[in-house]
């Protein structure tokens, strides 16, 4: 057996024993007036329900009410959506799959959705908070603001679709912008989930001001209903509306149910006006087509000119420079919109 040798020197300690205080550079000089803090690290994946305090009731909706809530263990603060009523277990098995499911999308132009609890029967979605609220009832009469408005939901509506997600409730309300002014669209999960368990009809599934007329009236496509083309009209009135500044058909939105379906059912599609730009004109009647088919799809629209044109040069690599461009480009958030 040989004796054990002692190893030799690790060129570290090589290193060490060789220094000398006189060739050592000096560290450069802290500013600490220039010191940016740290980005927390991101809340663990434990969002657990009895660490959240309620901190005030952001809204309602037909289908749940959203509060802010502050996660005490980390200071974040999220909107926690509480839906009514509770649901049979059969529903709520499948509302919780599918909502782990959609937990795993992750889009900077979609809401994060982080958590889900079953609170005696009582299902609440954790999500990520947007502090500048929904864009309901927001005029933007310039187009290059929403040019970049349209990209930043059209890139999130073509993650969902790749992704086979289809979102069946595109409208003003659920567009959620942030002060960074990125917008994202909010709710694909809950209002997919609640629409498959409840009659379209009954008005607790939401307006169907925002929905395309074939999901409307199942006569008109041979009783064939394409999701994705679905979302691709409702996102056309949004836009519009938008650009408006008041819901694009001859009846008022919050119409009765016959009303609503006599003018986006039985009418011609609604157009921009003749002043806006042909670029513009051209987008909204490739979202507004009758005929679903023959309706452009999200990544096609994303190469639309109305799209195109106003992006910043070099911006078209990727979502994420778009967001980098878009950052400077996007319009100040809601309160300095014009509203309606
Ligand atoms: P509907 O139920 O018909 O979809 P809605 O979208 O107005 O209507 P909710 O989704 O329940 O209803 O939202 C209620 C309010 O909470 C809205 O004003 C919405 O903008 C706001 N809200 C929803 N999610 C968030 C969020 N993640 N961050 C900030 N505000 C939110
Ligand atoms: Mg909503």
Not at 119 to 143: A, C, N, R, Y
Not at 212 to 217: A, D, L
């Amino acid at each position: 057996m040989r004796p054990l040798q002692t190893p030799p020197p690790s060129d570290a300690a090589k290193s060490t024993r060789r220094r000398r205080s006189d060739l050592s550079l000096p560290l450069p000089h802290r500013d600490p007036s220039l010191a940016v803090p740290l980005p927390l690290p991101p809340p663990s994946a434990s969002l657990n329900y009895s660490d959240l305090d309620r901190l005030s009731r952001i809204g309602s909706g037909a289908g749940g009410t959203v509060y802010k809530v502050l996660h005490r263990p980390s200071g974040a603060v999220y909107a926690l959506k509480v839906i009514y009523g509770n649901h049979e277990d059969a529903v709520r098995n499948q509302m919780r799959r599918e909502i782990q499911i959609l937990r795993d999308v992750d889009h900077p132009n979609v809401v994060k959705c982080h958590n889900l609890f079953d609170h005696g029967g009582e299902i609440q979605v954790l999500l990520e908070f947007m502090d500048k609220g929904s864009l309901e009832s927001t005029h933007i009469p310039s187009e290059q603001p929403l040019s970049d408005l349209s990209r930043h939901v059209l890139a999130g509506l073509a993650y969902l679709h790749r992704r086979k997600i289809v979102h069946r409730d595109i409208k003003p309300s659920n567009l959620l912008i942030n002060s960074r002014r990125l917008v994202k669209i909010a709710d694909f999960g809950v209002s997919r989930v609640l629409a498959q368990t409840m009659d379209p009809c009954n008005s607790s599934v939401g307006t169907i001001a925002y929905m395309s007329p074939e999901r409307i009236n199942t006569d008109l496509n041979h009783g064939q209903y394409d999701g994705y083309a679905g979302d691709i009209w409702s996102l056309g009135v949004s836009i519009l509306e938008f650009y408006l500044g008041k819901f694009p058909f001859a009846v008022g939105r919050q119409g009765d149910w016959a009303s609503l379906m006599w003018a986006i059912c039985m009418s011609q599609p609604p157009e921009a006006p003749p002043s806006a730009s042909r670029e513009f004109r051209d987008f909204i009647s490739c979202c507004l087509q009758r005929d679903p088919a023959k309706r452009l799809s999200a990544a096609q629209l994303l190469k639309h000119p109305f799209i195109a044109q106003h992006a910043s040069p070099g911006g078209g690599g990727g979502v994420v420079q778009h967001q980098a461009a878009a950052h400077q480009l996007m319009p100040p958030p809601r309160q300095h919109y014009s509203s309606a």
